[in-house]
C-alpha cells in the first residue's frame, strides 16, 4: 500500500470517475486503475462498484477512504512540521471568502502578502459561508475568511476585524432627515435584503429583529450590493452594507449613507480554519498580514473598523 495509491483512491471517489480523477491527478487513466486495482487486491476487497455513474463506494470502500483521509492529513502535517522547523513559508493554501467580503478584502492585503510570502501560492475560491466550512471539513480547502462565530466543532475561527454595518437611504426617505439611526429607527421600514446562504442576510435580519424586512410585492434574490443600492434609488426602501463596501461607492451615493448610534451594529470577520491546524504557518501569516491593515483604527466615511486587539 502506498500514498500514491491512496490519493488516486481518494480521488476516483471525489470525482466520480477514473477519467476525471485522473485528470485531476496529471497521469494517464490506465495507470491511475491499475494503481487503484492494486490496493483493492492487496487489501482483498472491493473498494469501487464499476459500472455506477458516478462511481460509488462500497460499504468497506467507504471506510478505508475516511481513513485514507485521515493518513494523508497526518502525511502533510509531517510535511507541516518540517515546514515549521526550517521557518519555511511556502506551498500552496487554498482559500475561500465570502462574497461580501472578497471584492473588498482582497485589494487591501493580497498584493502585500504575495509580495512578502512569494513561496505561498494562493488559490482563492469565492463562496457561501456553508459551502466554505464543508470544504474544509472534507479537506478540499485549507482555510476560509468568512462572518463569524460559526460555532462548529470542527472548525477553529481567528477574528482579523470588525467591520460596521452603515445604512443606504435616498434623500427621498423620511429616514434621511435623521443625522445618527438607531437600530428602533429601522422598525417601520422595507429593508432590502441579500438571498438566502448569504451571512450578510442573517445578520441584517437578527440587526432588525424579524425574518423578513421587505413589504413589496416582489421577491429579491440576489448576492449583488450593486443591484441593492440601484434599487434603492429607484425608491424601493433602505438596505444595509457593511462599510468596506462604502469605499468604493460614487461620491453621489456616499450621500445617502447613514452610521448607527454606538454601539453601532458590527459583524465579526474572522481566519476559520480546521481544528488540525494543517499549514498552521501560512495560517499565521495570513491571519498576521491581514491583521497588520486594521491593527490601529482604520477610518473610512468617520467610522472606525476595528481590529481585535482594539476589542
Partial sequence: MTITQLEYAIAVSK???FTNAAEKCIVTQPTLSMQV???ENELKTQIFIRGTKPIQLTDVGK???DQANKILNEVKRIEDLVSYEKNFI????KLGIIPTVIPTLLPLFLNKFTKKYPNV???IEESKTDNIVKQIIEGNLDGGITATPLNNEYIKEKPLYYEPFVAYIPSSHNLSKINILSIEDLKYSSILILEDGHSFREQTLKICKTEKKSNFNFEIKSGSFE?????VDEGFGITLLPLLYTKNLTKEKKKNLKLFKEPEPVREISLIYPKNQLKIQIINALSNSIAYIFRNLIKLNDIKIISPDKK
Fill in 121 to 123: 501560492n494562493l488559490v
Fill in 63 to 65: 471506510k478505508i477512504i
Fill in 15 to 17: 470525482y466520480g470517475s
Fill in 37 to 39: 486495482q492494486n490496493l
Fill in 227 to 231: 443591484t441593492l443600492t440601484h434599487l
Fill in 90 to 93: 511556502g506551498g500552496e493554501f
